[in-house]
């Protein structure tokens, strides 16, 4: 089973600025299916990356994902108030797929 | 535009089988894609329990396969999940989901979620 570390743990950034999430497999993303997920509070979470770098329908290009093999990195390049929550990195290209404990997004 | 909505007992005693159901609308489960389910313990990360292709396959998460069971009924648009044994361990919330195939694997679809409490 692969493990996904996601760093850091909490991000305190304030709106406009940018944010950068990473995500750390322990061993090699299987041709990159590595997928993003947002996660308010009381909902489910929300796709936003697949394939590692590909936005999902009706995304905002303010989110960006990028990186390969063990490394991937979400970035948001100006936060808008709504983008304080929790995100979820999950890979999915092998058996069981693993999501990673998350990283939160508060407000400074 | 998909939706599903979970549904079942909110309430479950230790040693039963916790049983729900997820009804999809918006797109005929075997038309395709994979069907599943994921679950959150309170204050915790996802963990994905398992899924099944519209034609039968199943895909259990190792740590739990020998207590699941995902099936799908075609004629009523739904799918089930049943988990037995269950401790206190099991208390979450039950998201039931759909995924693609390849590089379009991720989960694009998602329920609202049903919590599930074990306690006598």
């Given at each position: 089973?692969?493990?996904?570390?996601?760093?850091?743990?909490?991000?305190?950034?304030?709106?406009?600025?940018?944010?950068?999430?990473?995500?750390r497999?322990?061993?090699?993303v299987?041709?990159?299916?590595?997928?993003?997920y947002?996660q308010?509070?009381?909902?489910?979470?929300?796709l936003l990356?697949?394939?590692?770098?590909?936005?999902?329908?009706?995304?905002?290009?303010?989110?960006?994902?990028?990186?390969?093999?063990?490394d991937?990195?979400?970035s948001?390049?100006?936060?808008?108030?709504?983008d304080?929550?929790?995100?979820?990195?999950?890979?999915?290209?092998?058996?069981?797929?693993?999501?990673?404990?998350g990283?939160?997004v508060?407000?400074? | 535009?998909v939706?599903?909505?979970?549904?079942?007992?909110?309430?479950?005693?230790?040693?039963e089988?916790l049983?729900?159901?997820?009804?999809?609308?918006?797109?005929?489960?075997?038309?395709?894609?994979?069907?599943?389910?994921?679950?959150?313990?309170?204050?915790?990360?996802l963990?994905?329990?398992?899924?099944?292709?519209?034609?039968?396959?199943?895909?259990?998460?190792?740590?739990?396969?020998?207590?699941?069971?995902i099936?799908?009924?075609?004629?009523?648009n739904?799918?089930?999940?049943?988990?037995?044994?269950?401790t206190a361990?099991?208390?979450?919330?039950?998201?039931?989901?759909?995924?693609?195939?390849?590089?379009?694997?991720?989960?694009?679809?998602?329920?609202?979620?049903?919590?599930?409490?074990?306690?006598?």
């Amino acid at each position: 089973e692969i493990v996904l570390t996601q760093s850091p743990g909490t991000l305190s950034l304030s709106p406009g600025e940018r944010a950068t999430l990473s995500c750390r497999a322990s061993q090699s993303v299987s041709s990159n299916y590595l997928a993003w997920y947002q996660q308010k509070p009381g909902q489910a979470p929300r796709l936003l990356i697949y394939g590692a770098s590909s936005r999902a329908t009706g995304i905002p290009d303010r989110f960006s994902g990028s990186g390969s093999g063990t490394d991937f990195t979400l970035s948001i390049s100006r936060l808008e108030p709504e983008d304080f929550a929790v995100y979820y990195c999950q890979q999915y290209g092998s058996s069981p797929g693993t999501f990673g404990q998350g990283t939160k997004v508060e407000i400074k | 535009q998909v939706q599903l909505q979970e549904s079942g007992p909110g309430l479950v005693k230790p040693s039963e089988t916790l049983s729900l159901t997820c009804a999809v609308s918006g797109y005929s489960i075997s038309s395709g894609y994979y069907w599943g389910w994921i679950r959150q313990p309170p204050g915790k990360g996802l963990e994905w329990i398992g899924s099944m292709y519209h034609s039968g396959s199943t895909y259990y998460n190792p740590s739990l396969k020998s207590r699941v069971t995902i099936s799908v009924d075609t004629s009523k648009n739904q799918f089930s999940l049943k988990l037995s044994s269950v401790t206190a361990a099991d208390t979450a919330v039950y998201f039931c989901a759909r995924r693609g195939s390849g590089r379009l694997g991720a989960i694009d679809y998602w329920g609202q979620g049903i919590l599930v409490t074990v306690s006598s």
